[in-house]
């Protein structure tokens, strides 16, 4: 069965930078439809950013400019580049496929406040 593990949340000031890293088991990222998504408390799951093929990027308007969404190939590991950011970004977050077809991993919190 595939697994995945998120990691690299914390607490950050406004303004400052998080990476978070996304492992699975049994599933190769560059050959797959990949995503981040996010859940605020309260709130609907949203897809933040996708990744296909490797290449292929796209992000929700919230987080263009800021986000960015990669895969190392070696390590088979994706990565959610997040720079300035907002309150508004405080999340759990979660990498799934784009069609959220493979078991939800625990996540990682993101909590931006000063």
């Known amino acids: 069965q595939v697994q995945v593990v998120e990691s690299g949340g914390g607490l950050v000031q406004p303004g400052g930078s998080l990476r978070l890293s996304c492992t699975a088991s049994?599933?190769?990222?560059?050959?797959?439809?990949m995503g981040w998504y996010r859940q605020a408390p309260g709130k609907q799951r949203e897809l933040v950013a996708t990744?296909?093929?490797?290449?292929?990027?796209n992000y929700v308007d919230s987080v263009k400019g800021r986000f960015t969404i990669s895969i190392d190939n070696a390590k088979n590991t994706m990565y959610l580049q997040m720079n300035s950011l907002k309150p508004e970004d405080t999340a759990k977050y979660y990498c799934?496929?784009?069609?959220?077809?493979?078991?939800w991993g625990q996540g990682t919190q993101v909590t931006v406040s000063s």
């Open positions: 799934n496929t784009k069609y959220q077809n493979i078991p």
């Open positions: 990744i296909t093929s490797g290449e292929t990027t």
């Open positions: 049994r599933i190769t990222f560059r050959l797959a439809a």
